[in-house]
Structure formats: C-alpha cells, structure tokens
Nanobody, 125 residues
Framework: QVQLVESGGGVVQAGGSLRLSCAAS????????MGWFRQAPGKDREFVAA????????RYADSVRGRFTISRDNAKNTVYLQMNSLKPEDTAVYSC??????????????????WGQGTQVTVSS
C-alpha cells in the first residue's frame, strides 16, 4: 500500500553533514506523518524525528535537536532529514516510516505502519 525508499546515507567525518531522503509511493497521501528512526549495532531502534504531512508539526529526539532538521515536500511525497554537526554516536542504520492518522504524532517505532529498508550512516572520529 505504501512503499518507502531511503537514500543519502554514507560515510562522513565528525562535524560533517548529510541529507537523507525518503521517497514515498503508493497510498502515501493517506498517511498522517513520517518519522526517522535509527538503529546502531547492539542497540534498539530509537526515534530521531517526525513530521506531519498536513501541518508540518515536528518532533525531535533530544540527542539530535538543534543539529538535525526534518522537512517534507508534499508534492513529491518526500521527506528529508538534514543532519549537521554529525557525531560518531550518530552512526546507525536510518529508516523512514509512515504512520496512519489514528493516535496522532508519536515517537515509538510500534506506532508506525510502513517502513523503508534503511540507509547506513557512518560518522568517523
């Protein structure tokens, strides 16, 4: 029903920047919000940022607030994650996810209904 494809990952030195993209297709217009999550080796998946399609309400994890910016292009069904001042602890597989309207904007992975395959971000020290 909804397909999500991430891109833009790579290897960057600490202090550098990357911009991730998530292209949504199918019935993406029926979703309420998009989120970015990440999972580092040996750790649980954690929330990074989210944005609603209609009003552009955003939420950020404390660990990335002020460094990362989530945005969306509704016409292109695409969500972006601009990552600045990257730190080694940001190294993880980053996945985008789409959420149905019920429940509002949440920050836990189980609240999202569709997931992309993930893109690797590696920050070297």
């Amino acid at each position: 029903q909804v397909q999500l494809v991430e891109s833009g990952g790579g290897v960057v030195q600490a202090g550098g920047s990357l911009r991730l993209s998530c292209a949504a297709s199918g019935r993406a217009f029926s979703t309420y919000a998009m989120g970015w999550f990440r999972q580092a080796p040996g750790k649980d998946r954690e929330f990074v940022a989210a944005i609603t399609w209609s009003s552009g309400i955003t939420r950020y994890a404390d660990s990335v607030r002020g460094r990362f910016t989530i945005s969306r292009d509704n016409a292109k069904n695409t969500v972006y994650l601009q990552m600045n001042s990257l730190k080694p602890e940001d190294t993880a597989v980053y996945s985008c996810a789409a959420k149905a309207p019920l429940g509002g904007l949440v920050t836990y992975p189980g609240g999202y209904n569709y997931w992309g395959q993930g893109t690797q971000v590696t920050v070297s020290s």
